[in-house]
């Protein structure tokens, strides 16, 4: 078993739990027995963390005790804003730079490895999410961040958990609708072009202008113009989309068509391969990579476009609109949960678009395994 030598992690949230010590109370709320657990949670995650071996039980003892010390804190400023002093700040900064130190060993920098793949995929980018909703909570309630500034995440989440109903129907006509139909349509017809234009020469020559003239296009122009010709509703929202997703798949096509190389080619001209059954045995499979990556571009610019478009007309309902709405109501909570959604579903979009590009270019190089 293969121990680390100490890291500057821990040296440095040692140091921060000694002034810690000088800062108490650490809030004006605290009890004695809570103060004390998280200094003991906090100790007990140091020492594991100064002998901390690449796996073992050191390693989980070290993952338990600093997070359960973040939540013990979190704890002490609950409902009481603008509470925590000096030693609160220091103590949860030491218990992050523990946590900075487990993701480090688990996603194997320092010559170290803990573990498999499902360390690195997936714990590592949870933990850093979770240590982000921590700090967020932290400080807006510990420092007394006014609420129409920035509110804590635990009151996003209340105000999601009590408008589910309105956030489903903002959903379902924003991301179901508009953004599904838009990316769609614009990612097939931008493709279906690539194609076309990659057999005929002057195609790639007329439609590349174009697209550079038309993707430099403001979305506040495009919306506006795409309400009055399509009405209110989704429909208009989608072909804003439909805009903002053709013209990165048909460039993003046509420089994949144009990856293969040309001793392969020689070859398929060696076998009288035509035009077409080059395209969909060779030249199609090459290009996978870069269509994938338009794809994944379009996931993110259709669920923006979507979203923006609809502050410029949409029925009583739709993300954006909501978004509009509440930001003058000064219902900054509804504003983030809204966005919550958002970045929940667009992540979700991308990461099935990542799996499915996985699937279909397993062959590609940057998925070899040392």
Same mark, same amino acid.
Request: aromatic share 12%; hydrophobic share 60%.
């Given at each position: ?122 714990? $590592? ?49 924003? $991301? ?57 509703? +989704? ?7 439909? =805009? ?91 504003? +983030? ?22 699937? =279909? ?10």
């Amino acid at each position: 078993m293969t121990r680390m030598k100490p890291s500057w992690q821990a040296i440095a949230a040692a140091a921060a739990t000694v002034l810690a010590l000088t800062g108490l109370p650490l809030t004006t709320s605290a009890s004695t027995s809570a103060t004390l657990l998280a200094f003991a949670l906090t100790l007990i995650a140091l020492a594991a963390s100064l002998v901390m071996p690449a796996r073992g039980w050191p390693l989980w003892l070290h993952a338990i005790a600093c997070h359960v010390a973040a939540l013990e804190l979190l704890g002490m400023v609950t409902g009481a804003e603008g509470s925590a002093g000096r030693g609160f700040f220091a103590l949860l900064a030491a218990n992050w730079l523990l946590a900075w130190r487990l993701v480090s060993v688990l996603s194997g920098s320092d010559n170290v490895r803990a573990g498999n793949g499902f360390a690195a995929q997936f714990m $590592v980018p949870a933990l850093f999410g979770l240590w982000v909703l921590v700090i967020w909570e932290a400080v807006t309630r510990g420092a007394g961040i006014p609420f129409v500034l920035l509110p804590p995440p635990s009151a996003i989440g209340a105000r999601i958990m009590m408008s589910l109903p309105i956030l489903w129907a903002d959903f379902n006509q924003t $991301v179901l609708k508009a953004v599904l139909a838009g990316f769609v349509i614009g990612s097939a017809s931008g493709f279906l072009v690539a194609v076309l234009a990659d057999r005929y020469k002057f195609l790639s020559n007329a439609f590349l202008p174009i697209g550079n003239l038309v993707s430099a296009l403001p979305i506040i122009g495009i919306a506006p113009i795409m309400v009055i010709w399509f009405g209110f509703d +989704w429909h208009s929202k989608a072909a804003v989309v439909v =805009v903002m997703t053709f013209f990165p798949m048909l460039v993003n096509t046509l420089a994949g068509l144009r990856a293969s190389g040309h001793s392969e080619r020689d070859l398929m001209r060696t076998y009288a391969s035509g035009h077409w059954q080059t395209l969909f045995k060779l030249r199609l499979p090459a290009a996978m990579p870069f269509i994938f990556n338009a794809l994944k571009i379009n996931s993110t610019l259709a669920l923006i476009g979507a979203i923006v478009a609809e502050f410029f007309g949409t029925p009583v309902v739709g993300m954006g609109f909501r978004i509009s709405t509440e930001t003058g109501r000064m219902a900054l909570d509804m504003v +983030w949960a809204e966005i919550a959604v958002a970045a929940l579903a667009g992540s979700l979009f991308y990461g099935a678009l990542a799996t499915l590009e996985r699937m =279909v270019t397993f062959w590609h190089p940057s998925y070899r395994r040392g």
